[in-house]
C-alpha cells in the first residue's frame, strides 16, 4: 500500500511537537501487544490511528516500528490495515526497517484469513523498493493459485507492480502467460478484469523489443478473446465492462454478420443506467458500422434516445460530461437531429456551460423546416439575465442567419434586436449585422436604414464598435452622416483605446474618402497625421501605407483599398475536420469534454502556460505586454520588414480568428494591401517602369497639408551611386517641385571643413569624387547654398539635396528629395559622411 | 485507470492523497488546487481500497462502506451545489416538504434493531415552458425510480409497473402530442435500468425482477415528453401605470385534486434592472406567504408555504423605476419560474402496481413503502 504523502507544511506550533507524545505512544503499544484482554483491539485502534495521524502530518513516528509489529499479530483487520499503511511508510526510507517489514508481511501472506493474505500481498507489492523484489516472487506465484478470487485480484495488479519494479523479474517468472491462463480461465470477472489490464499494459511495453510480446498484445483483439469476453460482458462490474468495450472497439470483425452479432449482443448496454457503460458502447457501435453509411446513420438514430435520458438524470456535471458527446454527435451530423431541436431548448436553470453547449446543438441542427422555431426560442434567451448566454444567443441567431439560405424573417430580427436598446444586445447584434452584410450585401439596403440610427455614442465594445465603423465605410454612398460620423470619431482618435477600432477607422475613412471625397478630405488627413503619428504598430504602418499608396496614385490607391469585393460565402470553421475526427476517434474521453484531441492536452508542446506548469512561481505574466514592447521596439526596424511583420502578424491574427465568425472583418482592402505590397513598391522605387502621375501625388500633398514626416529608413549598406550621373537643371526643377521632402536634417561640419570652404567650388569638386554631383550653388562666406543630385548606380532613381552650410555656425542643413523614399536614409548617410571627409586630406 | 487520487483542504494542503503508479509530476495537486477550490472537510480516512495500482477494484457503495470506520462527517448542505433529481430528497439539514420523503430512513427500531424495510420512490422532475399565451411549449418528464432496501438476506424483488406502459415513441417526431393525447397509455421517449434489473419478463407484463444491494439506488430512469396536463398554471400581467411605474399581477392556479397538496412554492421573476423599489400586495387572509424583492439581482420572490390542489393564488406587485422605460416592458421582465414540490402526486402517471418481496418464512412480512414526488425542474412561463 502505498505510503500518504508527507505534509508540505511543518508542524503549527498548535501541533504536538512530537517527541514526548511518541515515547508515550510507544509505552502504551508496549502495554497492549501481549493483552488477550476483551476490547483491547479497540484501544489498540484508537492509539494506531493516533500513529497515523502523526505521520500524516509529517512528525517520525518510525521508532515505534517494533511495537506496531507486534501489536498488529490479531485477526483484526482494520488494525492490519492501519499497520500496513505504516509499515509501507517506512520501508521505503528505512532499509533497516524494509527487510522487517518484508518478513512480517510475508508472514501474513499466509494467513489463514484470505482478506489479511490479500492485504498483506498488496502492501507488499506497494513498497516499490528495487532490490527487494525477489522476495516478492514466491507471494505473487502463490497469490495467483489462491483459492479466494480477492486474493487472486490483488496477486494479479500485484504481478503489474513488481513488471513496473522490475520487468525482467516480472517476465523471467512467466506471470505473463499465466495471466493469460487465468484471464481466459477464471471464475471471478474482477480477476479476469484485472488479467486484461495488466497484460495490456505488459505487452504494450514489451512489444517494442520482444516480437513474441507484440504477437501477444494483438492476440488480445483477436476473435476469440473478444468473444469470451463479450460473452462474460454480463457479469463484469461497470468498469469492467467499459474496459472490455474499449478493448472491442480495437477488434476488427472480417464481415458484416459479425458487426450485427456483436451490436445484438451489446444492445441492451444501451439501456444501461451508467453512462460510461452507455458511451463506451456507443462508440463500440460507431467505430464498428464507421464502413457502413447507412448503419452508421442508423446507429446514431439508436443511440439518441438513451444519450438524451443520460443527458436529463444524473448530476450537472454528468449530464455535462454526456451531453458533450451528444454535442459532438450532433456536429458530425446534425441533419439526423434536426428534429430534435426542443432537448436543446435552454432550462433557466440550467449552467451556462451546459447551454453554452445548447446553443451549438441548436445552431447546428436548423434547417428549413425549423428555423423559426429554434430562431423564435433563440430570440428569448436575448433578454436572458444572464448576459453572456444572451449574446451566445444572438450569436447563435446570426451563426443560423448566415448556414441558411431564406434569412429574410431573420434579418428581420436581428434588426429588432438593434432596436432593443441593450447595450451588449446592440453590440452584438452589429458585429452579426456586418457579418450578415458580408454574405448577403443584397441586404445592405434594409440594414443601412437600421444601423443608420445608431449613434456611435452608444456602442463602445471594440468589436462592435469596429463593425459599425466597417459598415460607415463600407456603405458610405448609401448613408448620409458616414462622413461625418466618421469625422467626429476621428476627433476623437486620442480616446479610441482599441488599435482594432483604430485601423478600422483608417479603412473606413479612406473608403469613404473614394466615394465622397469633398466631405471626407479633412477626416482623411486627420485620420492619417493622427494614424501615422500613432503608437501602435500597426496602426502606424497602416496610416503610412496609406498616406505613401495615395501619395503615389489616387486611382491605384482605391483599387487596393475598395476592390469590388465578392460575398463570403462560407466563414472558415474553427477546427479542422482532421481534428475534429481525432476527437471522434476519442470518444468517450475527455478529449470530447475539452473538444481537443488529446495531444493537445496532454503533450508539452501543446499545453499553455498556465497548464500543468512545473516551475508553479515562474508564470508568464501573459502574451500581451510582451507583444507591446516588442512592436514598440519595431518602430526603430526597417520600414520593409515592418511591413512584412505587420502582414505575418495580420495572417496569424486571421488564422487564429477565422473560425469565430465575430471578428472584426478582415476586409478586402487590408488582405489585398499586403497581396499588392510588394508589386507597388517596385513601382513606386522605379518611376520610369511604373506609370507615374505627379499630378495626384502633388494634389494629395496639398490637398493633406502635411510635412513629409521623417520616415526613418536605416542605412542600406549596398547603395552605389552613379559616377557618371546626369541631370538637366530643368528635370531638377520639376523634379524638385514634385517630390516631398524625404529628410530634412542637420550635420556639423568639421573645422577642417569650415576652414577648406573658402568658395563653393572646393565642396563641388569633392563631392564629386563621392558621386554626388552639384547642379546649382551660391553664396558667400559665411553662408553658401548648394543643390546636389546623385543617381542610384544600377538604375535611374534621384537624390536631390539642398543643402546650406553656414560657416560661422559650422552646420549644414540639409533637405533630401528622393524617387525612392525608402532609400533616403541610406543616402543621407553617404552623404553626410561625403560631406564628413571634406576638408580632410 | 488513475495515476493520482486527493482530496485537498480549502488551503490546498493534502488531507488524502493517493499515488497509485507513481508516475505523475510532483505538484499536481497544487497545480489542480490552483483551478479548482473544495469545501473544507475534516478528518482523515485512508482512501477506500476502490484501487489497485490504479485499477477500479469495486465501486459498490455498501462494500465501500465496509472498509471505512471514521464516524461520517455531514458536510453543510448549503456549500453544495444542488444535484440531480436522485439528490432532491437528500438535501440535508433542510427540512423536506410534509410527508418528509425519505429524509433520513436509517430505520431503526427503539431498541436498535435494524427494521425490515424497504423504500420505493417515484421522482418526477418536470420541464415545461410557457409561451406568453400560455401555450406549452415544451415539456418534460425526468423519472427516476429509486429504492432503498434494508432487508437482510437481499431476497428478489418484483416490481410490477403499469401494464399499458409503453417504450419509445417510434419514428416521427417525439413531440408530436396530438398522436398521444387521450389515450390512457403512459408512454416512455426511454429509459434506464440499474446493474442488477433483469428484464425477462419486462416485455410480456411490466414486471422489474432484482436482487437490491444494499443501501439507496436508482432501479431505474426514465424520461417522457408526452403531454400531461401540467399542475400550475400561471398567469403574469405587466402594465406601466404613470410616470416610472408599473404594476405586477401574478396569478398561480394549481391545477391538480384537491386533495393533493403541494409545499415549498417559489415563485420568481426578473423585473427591469432600473426597479428602485416594490411594494407588494398579497390577496387578503393569505397565510405562509412571503414576499422579497432581492435588490441585487433585480428579482421579485413569492414563497407560498402549500397551494392546495385547485386553489388560486394571487400576488400584485407595484414597481417604481429609477429612469423612463424606453423599450417595451415585457422584454425587460421575466420570464415567471417557479418550483414546488407535490408530495403523493406524479404527473406521468406511471406506476408501481405492487411490490414482491420473496418469502423467506411465512411470518416474513417487511414494511414497504412505495411514494410519489413530483419536483419542477425548469418551470418556465414567459411574459
Known amino acids: 500500500m502505498a505510503p500518504p504523502a508527507q505534509s508540505q507544511r511543518s508542524p503549527s506550533p498548535s501541533q504536538p511537537s512530537g517527541k514526548s507524545e511518541v515515547s508515550d505512544l510507544k509505552l502504551q503499544l508496549r502495554q497492549l501487544a501481549g493483552s488477550r484482554a476483551p476490547g483491547v483491539d479497540d484501544s489498540k485502534r484508537e492509539l494506531f490511528k493516533k500513529v497515523i495521524s502523526y505521520m500524516t502530518v509529517g512528525i517520525d513516528v518510525s521508532s515505534l516500528f517494533g511495537e506496531m509489529v507486534m501489536c498488529s499479530a490479531t485477526s483484526d483487520i482494520v488494525l492490519k490495515k492501519m499497520c500496513y499503511l505504516y509499515v509501507g511508510n517506512y520501508a521505503k526510507v528505512n532499509p533497516d526497517l524494509a527487510l522487517l517489514t518484508i518478513n512480517f508481511l510475508q508472514r501474513d501472506c499466509n494467513d489463514e484469513d484470505p482478506m489479511i493474505r490479500g492485504l498483506a500481498l498488496r502492501s507488499l507489492c506497494s513498497l516499490r523498493v528495487a532490490n527487494f523484489v525477489e522476495y516478492l516472487v514466491g507471494p505473487l506465484g502463490s497469490g495467483l493459485k489462491d483459492s479466494n478470487s480477492y486474493v487472486r485480484m490483488v496477486a494479479v495488479i500485484g504481478v503489474l507492480k513488481l513488471y513496473h519494479i522490475s520487468a525482467s523479474t516480472c517476465v523471467d517468472a512467466d506471470f505473463p502467460s499465466i495471466l493469460k491462463h487465468l484471464m481466459l480461465n477464471d471464475s471471478d470477472t474482477q480477476v479476469v478484469a484485472n488479467c486484461l489490464s495488466a497484460l495490456q499494459e505488459i505487452w504494450s511495453a514489451e512489444a517494442s523489443t520482444s516480437e513474441e510480446a507484440s504477437r501477444e498484445r494483438e492476440a488480445l483483439i483477436s476473435k476469440p478473446v473478444i468473444y469470451y469476453l463479450l460473452n462474460r460482458i454480463r457479469e463484469f462490474s461497470e468498469w469492467a465492462q467499459c474496459l472490455v468495450l474499449e478493448l472491442v472497439t480495437k477488434y476488427v470483425p472480417s464481415d458484416s454478420s459479425e458487426i450485427f452479432d456483436i451490436m445484438n449482443l451489446l444492445e441492451d448496454r444501451l439501456q444501461h443506467a451508467n453512462g460510461a457503460v452507455v458511451l463506451a458502447t456507443i462508440k463500440v457501435f460507431l467505430h464498428l458500422t464507421l464502413s457502413m453509411t447507412d448503419v452508421h446513420q442508423q446507429v446514431y438514430e439508436r443511440i439518441k434516445a438513451p444519450l438524451l435520458t443520460l443527458v436529463s438524470s444524473g448530476s450537472p456535471e454528468q449530464s455535462y460530461a454526456v451531453l458533450s458527446h451528444l454535442h459532438l454527435l450532433v456536429m458530425r451530423a446534425p441533419y439526423i437531429f434536426s428534429s430534435d431541436y426542443k432537448h436543446f431548448y435552454c432550462q433557466y436553470n440550467e449552467p451556462s456551460y451546459v447551454k453554452r453547449l445548447k446553443l451549438e446543438m441548436l445552431t447546428a441542427v436548423a434547417n428549413e423546416s425549423n428555423t423559426y422555431e429554434i430562431v423564435t426560442e433563440l430570440c428569448e434567451y436575448a433578454a436572458n439575465v444572464d448576459i453572456p448566454i444572451a449574446r451566445e444567443s444572438i450569436r447563435a441567431v446570426g451563426k443560423i442567419a448566415l448556414q441558411q439560405y431564406d434569412v429574410n424573417a431573420i434579418v428581420d430580427r436581428l434588426l429588432q434586436f438593434l432596436e432593443m436598446e441593450k447595450d451588449y444586445v446592440t453590440a452584438e447584434a452589429l458585429v452579426l449585422v456586418k457579418d450578415l452584410l458580408r454574405k448577403y450585401p443584397q441586404w445592405s439596403h434594409d440594414c443601412i436604414a437600421v444601423v443608420g440610427n445608431i449613434s456611435s455614442k452608444n456602442v463602445q465594445e471594440p468589436k462592435a464598435k469596429a463593425a459599425l465603423i466597417w459598415m460607415l465605410g463600407e456603405y458610405s454612398q448609401d448613408m448620409q452622416d458616414a462622413p461625418y460620423i466618421l469625422e467626429s470619431l476621428v476627433e476623437n482618435w486620442d480616446e479610441e483605446h482599441s488599435a482594432e477600432v483604430r485601423l478600422h477607422l483608417l479603412t473606413a475613412v479612406m473608403k469613404c474618402f473614394f466615394k465622397r471625397p469633398p466631405e471626407t478630405q479633412n477626416a482623411l488627413g486627420t485620420a492619417l497625421a493622427a494614424g501615422i503619428a500613432d503608437f501602435h504598430q500597426d496602426v502606424h504602418d497602416r496610416a503610412l501605407f496609406y498616406y505613401r499608396i495615395l501619395q503615389y496614385n489616387v486611382s491605384v490607391a482605391e483599387r487596393v483599398v475598395n476592390p469590388p469585393k465578392q460575398a463570403v460565402s462560407v466563414f472558415a470553421d474553427t477546427q479542422s475536420s482532421e481534428i475534429k475526427d481525432r476527437i471522434f476517434d476519442e470518444f468517450n474521453s475527455l478529449s470530447v469534454v475539452y473538444q481537443k484531441p488529446s495531444y493537445m492536452f496532454t503533450d508539452k508542446e501543446h499545453r499553455g502556460p498556465f497548464e500543468f506548469s512545473d516551475e508553479l512561481g515562474n508564470l508568464s505574466i501573459g502574451g500581451e505586454a510582451a507583444d507591446n514592447v516588442v512592436s514598440a521596439q519595431r518602430v526603430e526596424e526597417n520600414d520593409k520588414d515592418l511591413l512584412l511583420t505587420t502582414s505575418e502578424k495580420e495572417e496569424t491574427r486571421g488564422s487564429s480568428n477565422n473560425g469565430s465568425a465575430y471578428t472584426a472583418p478582415y476586409d478586402g482592402s487590408s488582405t489585398s494591401v499586403f497581396a499588392l505590397q510588394t508589386h507597388i513598391e517596385s513601382a513606386i522605387s522605379n518611376p520610369t517602369a511604373a506609370d507615374h502621375s505627379p499630378q495626384a501625388s502633388l494634389a494629395i500633398d496639398d490637398l493633406l497639408g502635411l510635412g513629409l514626416p521623417a520616415a526613418p529608413a536605416p542605412p542600406s549598406p549596398q547603395l552605389k551611386l552613379n559616377t557618371t550621373a546626369a541631370l538637366d537643371p530643368s528635370t531638377f526643377q520639376h523634379k524638385w517641385r514634385q517630390l516631398p521632402v524625404a529628410l530634412s536634417q542637420e550635420y556639423s561640419v568639421s573645422p577642417q571643413g569650415v576652414a577648406a570652404l573658402t568658395a563653393p567650388q572646393a565642396l563641388l569638386r569633392h563631392m564629386q569624387s563621392h558621386s554626388i554631383h552639384c547642379i546649382a550653388s551660391g553664396g558667400q562666406s559665411p553662408n553658401f547654398k548648394f543643390f546636389f543630385f546623385a543617381q542610384k548606380a544600377e538604375e535611374a532613381s534621384n537624390y536631390l539635396v539642398e543643402c546650406i552650410i553656414s560657416t560661422s555656425s559650422a552646420k549644414a542643413q540639409i533637405k533630401i528629395k528622393a524617387d525612392d523614399q525608402s532609400t533616403s536614409q541610406a543616402f543621407s548617410t553617404l552623404f553626410q559622411s561625403a560631406l564628413s571627409k571634406f576638408g580632410i586630406p | ?383
Open chain 2, 1 to 383: 485507470m488513475i495515476s493520482q487520487f486527493f482530496v485537498l483542504s480549502q488551503r490546498g494542503d493534502n488531507i488524502v492523497f493517493r499515488d497509485y503508479r507513481g508516475d505523475v509530476a510532483k505538484g499536481t495537486a497544487e497545480i489542480f488546487f490552483r483551478k479548482v477550490k473544495f469545501w473544507k472537510e475534516d478528518g482523515q480516512e485512508e482512501a477506500p481500497p476502490v484501487f489497485d495500482f490504479g485499477y477500479v477494484q469495486t465501486t459498490s457503495t455498501e462494500v465501500l462502506k465496509s472498509y471505512i470506520f471514521n464516524e461520517p462527517i455531514v458536510v453543510d448542505a448549503a456549500r453544495l451545489q444542488p444535484l440531480g433529481p436522485a439528490a432532491i430528497f437528500m438535501q440535508g439539514t433542510k427540512r423536506m416538504p410534509g410527508t418528509a420523503v425519505t429524509k433520513s430512513v436509517l430505520a431503526n427500531e427503539p431498541g436498535g434493531r435494524k427494521r425490515e424495510e424497504i423504500f420505493v420512490d417515484i421522482i418526477e422532475k418536470i420541464s415545461v415552458t410557457f409561451s406568453s399565451s400560455g401555450y406549452i411549449l415544451t415539456s418534460e418528464i425526468d423519472g427516476t425510480i429509486q429504492m432503498k432496501s434494508y432487508l437482510t438476506g437481499n431476497p428478489e424483488i418484483r416490481l410490477a409497473l403499469n401494464e399499458d406502459l409503453s417504450i419509445g415513441r417510434g419514428g416521427g417526431s417525439v413531440y408530436d402530442y396530438r398522436s398521444s393525447s387521450g389515450a390512457g397509455a403512459v408512454i416512455l421517449d426511454d429509459c434506464n435500468f440499474h446493474e442488477s434489473v433483469r428484464l425477462d419478463s419486462f416485455d410480456m407484463d411490466r414486471t422489474l425482477a432484482l436482487i437490491p444491494p444494499d443501501g439507496e439506488f436508482p432501479v431505474m430512469n426514465y424520461r417522457m415528453t408526452q403531454e400531461f396536463k401540467p399542475p400550475f398554471r400561471i398567469n403574469c400581467l405587466i402594465e406601466e401605470a404613470g410616470h416610472l411605474k408599473a404594476e405586477v399581477s401574478l396569478k398561480v392556479r394549481a391545477e391538480f385534486p384537491s386533495d393533493i397538496v403541494a409545499n415549498t412554492i417559489v415563485v420568481q421573476m426578473p423585473l427591469p434592472n432600473y426597479t428602485t423599489r416594490v411594494s407588494f400586495e398579497l390577496e387578503p387572509g393569505a397565510v405562509g406567504q412571503r414576499t422579497d424583492f432581492k435588490e441585487a439581482n433585480k428579482k421579485l420572490e413569492w414563497g407560498l408555504k402549500k397551494i392546495v390542489g385547485g386553489s388560486e393564488h394571487t400576488l400584485r406587485a407595484k414597481l417604481t423605476f429609477s429612469q423612463e422605460s424606453h423599450a417595451n416592458i415585457t422584454k425587460e421582465a421575466g420570464p415567471v419560474s417557479m418550483t414546488f414540490t407535490i408530495p403523493m402526486y406524479n404527473v406521468s402517471r406511471l406506476q408501481v402496481k405492487y411490490l414482491q418481496i420473496a418469502k423467506k418464512s411465512s411470518s416474513y412480512n417487511p414494511f414497504r413503502w412505495v411514494r410519489y414526488v413530483t419536483q419542477a425542474n425548469s418551470y418556465v412561463a414567459r411574459i
